[in-house]
């Protein structure tokens, strides 16, 4: 994973670049549609382009962020690595340019949810009526959204597009004995899923193991996200062979992360009460990076990765290694994840340090949403050899 080494003041030359271009790409664009020009009024034309253009641009077309992304400039740019980009050394808050901020909150205000890029907007009652990020002493007095994590605020969109992402790259692992259920719903869902599928391969003689990778939120009582491995002889439908969850909290056996109940209760629910004799814990202290104190938005934002980087590495182990998921012990199987998690442990398999996890996840996220913008820009593109 790409850590940012970017000097503050490269990414402010790089986003006046940026600014300079989306201010041409907007003077061509005012000059073949003089009637769009709503927002013109009596300000002089330079103003304009600067203060408002872009938002009529948004309001007169159709999946503007697309059309933005016809320019290769602001598609470099829009869809540049994260070590071009310069973060905030202690919010992790990408430094952008003020049209790029613009055009990420226009986008998640007027356009369509595939449009919404994660970790790049905030909430639409958080912006200027143009666009920019409004300073929190503007809110209402009393609001609640003082208290949401100021302006750290993702759309549902936007964290649809992040599991679309994990999804995407996890499933692509899927093979023969190993399939991975990547999908929205809860755990009860998918281990539902897992029964069907196990039953209908007894119906069809299958008779070796099969490893089901799960990634899902608990239960809609808890939506924290896990990982799950279950294992099944398809003879047997009805229960599983073998049961290894994984979460972000590991403590201290025979104590459990505080989900724990939460994993219990749905695989009971499935494969009833005696299916607590053979579930295993296999969490992973991640979530210990997060310290009291830390904005809450911390925790929602990096969850999804810890989870899919587990879910991830359990895959890789079906792969190269089933007999020892089978067969083998609790500690051998940790450490045989964590040599499949270098973004968080080191090849000791102790785990890294604070600080670099941090830099690891903000990486994902800035990762996450440079795919949104490369698959609009593959769409675009489909037919040229253009990339990002």
């Given amino acids: ?35 769009n020009t709503l ?19 948004f309001l007169n077309t159709r999946h503007p962020i697309q059309q933005l992304l016809k320019n290769r400039f602001i598609a470099s740019h829009l869809g540049r690595r994260s070590k071009l980009v310069y973060f905030d050394p202690l919010s992790g808050d990408p430094l952008l340019a003020a ?52 302006n750290h605020f993702m759309s549902r969109p936007a964290n649809g597009n992040v599991f679309n992402e994990n999804s995407k790259r996890c499933t692509a692992k899927s093979e023969d004995r190993l399939h991975i259920l990547f999908k929205r719903g809860f755990l009860e869902d998918r281990l539902q899923d897992i029964k069907i599928l196990a039953a209908t391969m007894q119906n069809e003689c299958v008779n070796v193991p099969q490893f089901f990778v799960i990634y899902s939120r608990h239960s809609q009582q808890e939506g924290h996200f896990g990982s799950s491995l279950v294992i099944m002889d398809p003879a047997n439908p009805d229960f599983p062979m073998r049961v290894l969850v994984c979460d972000t909290l590991l403590k201290d056996l025979p104590q459990h992360p505080r989900w724990w109940n939460y994993f219990i209760e749905e695989y009971s629910n499935v494969f009833g009460p005696g299916i607590t004799e053979i579930i295993e814990d ?46 083998g012990s609790l500690e051998t199987i ?4 964590k040599n499949l998690m270098p973004d968080y442990y080191k090849k000791d398999h102790e785990l890294k340090d604070r600080q670099e996890i941090r830099k690891a996840n903000r990486s994902r996220r800035w990762l996450s949403g440079r795919e949104v913008i490369k698959d609009l820009v593959i769409e675009i593109n489909r037919k040229s050899s253009y990339e990002l």
Wanted: net charge negative.
């Fill in 99 to 150: 049209t790029e901020q613009r055009i990420y909150n226009l986008a998640r205000r007027m356009d369509s949810e595939s449009m919404h890029v994660p970790f790049r907007a905030i909430h639409p009652n958080k912006q200027t009526e143009a666009g920019d990020t409004a300073d929190i002493s503007t809110y209402p007095i009393g609001s609640a959204l003082c208290y949401n994590s100021g």
């Fill in 334 to 337: 940790h450490n045989a994840m």
């Fill in 282 to 327: 296999l969490s992973h202290p991640l979530q210990k990076v997060n310290v009291k104190g830390d904005h809450p938005y911390n925790h929602d934002w990096d969850c999804p990765y810890y989870a899919a980087s587990m879910a991830e590495a359990l895959a890789d182990l079906v792969k190269t290694d089933p007999g020892m998921l089978l067969n």
């Fill in 39 to 57: 927002l013109q009024f009596q300000q002089p034309f330079d103003e304009y382009i600067i203060n408002d253009a872009l938002r009529d641009f």
């Fill in 1 to 35: 994973m790409e850590l940012c080494a970017l000097t503050k003041e490269v990414a402010v030359a790089a986003n006046l670049c940026f600014d300079q271009e989306v201010h041409l790409f907007l003077r061509e664009w005012v000059n073949g549609h003089q009637q």
